[in-house]
């Protein structure tokens, strides 16, 4: 049987704490960061499972293994939860804490908790893609077992250029909802 206060729960689950949503334009652009961040990814966990992904050292194709493989394996995933947290900025466990988190659950969440580091994150992302991507698509330093490779490489990577300029938009968005009447 459902209680009372399960059923508010619920209600509040699913509504923002002041009853405005996040523009359409903005949860959209929420769920394209994750997608945005997954092709890198799933090109790192191949090389992580030990496939060369066509990246050739000294003549032979590349192979990682041990501790190597799972920090792979790991920015991966890390980058993905990070990429997922975005959706907290236009859904409501972004303004409220979910209740089943120990110590926080059900406390609302300031709005420059959000904001500063979503911002920070941004400007972050911006700087690391610049560098990263200085060479890019030359991919300087890597030799590949042909053009094919480079090319899986490149359209794999790409996608994380708008991670910065989503992220930043997104959290505009949030700023404007929370912060401005």
Known sequence: MVTQTTKIDEAED????????????A???AHLVPLATLPSGLWRVGLALGFSMGLVI?????HVEGGEAVSIAALSIVCELLALLTLGLVRPWGERVPRWIPLLGGR????????????????ALQAIWAYAFRGFPDVA????????WQLVLVVCYMPLLLWAPLLA????AYYRRRCRG
């Open 58 to 62: 000294d003549g032979t194709p590349a």
């Open 27 to 29: 949860v959209v652009a």
């Open 169 to 172: 938009v997104v959290t505009w």
């Open 14 to 25: 699913r509504t923002s704490r002041d009853g405005r949503a996040a523009p359409r334009w």
């Open 108 to 123: 609302r969440v300031h709005p420059m908790a959000a904001v500063v580091p979503a911002a920070a994150g941004a400007v």
């Open 141 to 148: 330093g890597f030799d590949f077992a042909g053009g094919f």
